[in-house]
C-alpha cells in the first residue's frame, strides 16, 4: 500500500474530529504523561510486500518505498482506558515523538486513528492479532487527525495534537475499548529511500520515548433534550472515481463545493478512491478536508473498498455527527458496505453506504440477500444508501421494498418528491438507479422531502456523472 499525495491533496486535508469544551464548566485540570513501554504504550511497524506476515515489535518506522516490499507505518497505542478517567473531559492529548535517524532531509507524516484493536507482538501487514485479518491491510486507518514535515535530524522532537481522538476514546464514543490507537504514515511521494526511525517506548531514555500528555478535568452533566424533534438531512452521491465531471475533469473541489452547498447532515458518496490510478492519494481524507473548507465545521468519515483492500475505490461516509461505532461488511463479488452509528436527537441511527454490481442481475440479489441479512442485526432506525444500479421496478428493487421503502416513491406519493424541468422521473443517471432507502420498522424516522438535484453548470456540465439526491426526514 503505497501512500502518495500530491501538494494540492495536502492542503486540502484537514483534521476530520471536532471536540468543543466549556471552559466553563471545566473543574480543576489534571495532567498525566503515557510513555512507559508494555504498561503504558505499545507498538510495531508493518511493512508490506513479501513482509507482509512478518511482525517487527521493536521498531517503529515509517517509509513510503517505491516498492511494496520496503513500505512501511508504524503503530502506536496509548493506555488512556486505565491512565485517563472514564467520562473525563480531555481538553489537550498531544503525541511527541523524536526523530532517531532517517535518509532524505524532510518528509511529511500524518497521524491516523487506527479504528480496530491489534496486538503488539502479533500485528503484521495482514493481521491485527494471529487469526483476526484487518478489514483493509496495512491497518484499519480511519482519520487523519494531524500531520507533520519531519526532518532527519536525530533528537529532533515531533508534536500531534491528536486531542479530538483521545477526549472521543476516553469518553466511550469509540466503544466499549478505550485505548487510543495511531498510526504514523508518511504521505510524501514514494521514491528510493524515505525512512523514517523514531525512538521506540522501549528506549532506556524516558526523555527519547513516544509520549502522550492528556490534560483532562470534571464536567457538569448536560442533561438531553426530552419530547423535541429534528431533521436529519441525508445526501447521497456517486462521485464518479472521486470527481471526474461530464468534462472527463477530476476535480473533487468542484464536487464537493456543490454538495457542501446542500447542506447535508450526513453523506454517502460512492467510487471515492485511495491510491489508484484515478488518484494516488487518499481520497477520503482529501474529500472529508474539502468538506471542512466549504461548511467550517469538522466532519468525521468512514471508507472502505470495494473489496475490504488497502486502496481502491470505495464507499465513504461523512457525518457532522460524532461516530458512536462503525462496521464494514465485504459482500460477493468484490463489493462492500460501511454502516456508521449517529446519534440525532437522542436515537441512535444505523446509516449504512453500499455500490452494488454493475452488470449482473443475479449479482445484485445475491449482495441485497447478504446486505439485508446483515442489517437484520443492527438496531432500528437502518437507512441503506447507495448506487444499486437497479431501475425502478426491477427485482433489485423489490426485493429491497420488502423491508425497506424507497425515499423518492414515498416522496411522490406525499407530493414531496422534487426534480427538475426534463427530469421529473427523478433519474439519478440514464434511469433512477441511486436510492435512500429507510427501515419499515424505523417509526422514530418522518420522511418530510426527497430532492434530485440539478448540477450542471452554465456550460452543462456536471461534478459526476451521477445526480446526488437528499431525503429529509425528521428525527422524533
Known amino acids: 500500500m503505497t501512500r502518495l499525495l500530491s501538494n494540492v491533496c495536502r492542503r486540502a486535508m484537514f483534521g476530520v474530529f471536532g471536540f468543543v469544551v466549556s471552559a466553563s464548566i471545566v473543574a480543576a485540570q489534571t495532567t498525566v504523561t503515557l510513555n512507559e513501554s508494555k504498561a503504558q504504550v505499545v507498538y510495531a511497524t508493518l511493512r508490506a510486500g513479501a513482509y507482509a506476515n512478518k511482525n517487527y515489535p521493536t521498531t517503529l518506522t515509517t517509509r513510503a518505498a517505491d516498492t511494496a516490499d520496503n513500505h512501511r507505518l508504524a503503530m502506536l497505542k496509548f493506555d488512556t482506558q486505565n491512565g485517563v478517567p472514564a467520562g473525563a473531559v480531555v481538553t489537550s492529548a498531544v503525541m511527541t515523538l523524536t526523530v532517531k535517524g532517517g535518509s532524505t532531509a524532510s518528509r511529511t507524516i500524518g497521524a491516523y486513528q487506527v479504528t480496530t484493536s491489534w496486538t503488539e507482538d502479533e500485528t503484521t501487514w495482514n493481521v491485527r492479532r494471529i487469526g483476526q485479518n484487518w478489514i483493509s491491510s496495512g491497518g484499519d486507518l480511519g482519520s487523519l487527525l494531524a500531520q507533520q514535515t519531519v526532518s532527519n535530524t536525530a533528537g529532533t522532537k515531533v508534536k500531534y495534537d491528536i486531542t479530538p481522538l483521545v477526549a472521543r476514546a476516553v469518553s466511550g464514543a469509540l466503544g466499549s475499548s478505550r485505548y487510543t490507537r495511531v498510526a504514523l504514515v508518511d504521505l510524501g511521494t514514494a521514491s528510493v529511500d524515505t525512512t523514517r526511525d523514531f525512538y521506540t517506548p522501549d528506549d532506556t531514555d524516558p526523555a527519547r520515548r513516544p509520549t502522550l500528555t492528556v490534560v483532562y478535568g470534571a464536567t457538569q452533566p448536560v442533561p438531553s433534550p426530552t419530547g423535541s424533534s429534528t431533521t436529519l438531512r441525508v445526501l447521497h452521491w456517486n462521485t464518479h472515481h472521486g470527481g471526474v465531471g461530464t468534462d472527463g475533469v477530476l476535480d473533487a473541489d468542484r464536487l464537493i463545493k456543490k454538495a457542501a452547498s446542500f447542506k447535508p447532515d450526513i453523506v454517502s458518496m460512492n467510487e471515492v478512491e485511495r491510491y489508484t490510478g484515478w488518484g494516488n492519494y487518499d481520497g477520503p481524507a482529501v474529500l472529508a478536508g474539502l468538506m471542512k473548507k466549504y461548511t467550517g465545521r469538522t466532519w468525521y468519515y468512514k471508507f472502505t473498498t470495494a473489496t475490504g483492500a488497502a486502496k481502491g475505490n470505495g464507499n465513504l461516509i461523512m457525518s457532522r455527527f460524532p461516530f458512536d461505532s462503525t462496521e464494514v461488511r465485504l459482500l460477493s463479488h468484490n463489493r ?141
Do not use: C
Not at 369 to 387: A, F
Not at 402 to 413: H, I, K
Not at 421 to 440: F, M, V
Open 336 to 476: 462492500a458496505a460501511v454502516d456508521v452509528v449517529i446519534n440525532v436527537n437522542g436515537r441512535s441511527i444505523n446509516f449504512t453506504s453500499t455500490h452494488l454490481d454493475a452488470d449482473s442481475t443475479s449479482y445484485r440479489l445475491a449482495e441485497i440477500g447478504e446486505l439485508t441479512s446483515w442489517e437484520k442485526g443492527l438496531s432500528e432506525p437502518r437507512l441503506i444508501v447507495g448506487d444499486f444500479n437497479a431501475w425502478p421496478g426491477s427485482t433489485e428493487t423489490a426485493t429491497m421494498t420488502n423491508s425497506y421503502v424507497d425515499s423518492w416513491a414515498q416522496a411522490q406519493a406525499n407530493g414531496t418528491a422534487v426534480a427538475y424541468a426534463g427530469n421529473t422521473a427523478g433519474n439519478t443517471r440514464n434511469s433512477r438507479i441511486d436510492y435512500i432507502y429507510y427501515s419499515k420498522g424505523a417509526t422514530v424516522l418522518k420522511l418530510q422531502s426527497l430532492q434530485v438535484f440539478d448540477v450542471r453548470d452554465a456550460n452543462g456540465v456536471m461534478p459526476s456523472d451521477h445526480r446526488p439526491l437528499m431525503s429529509v426526514f425528521t428525527v422524533k
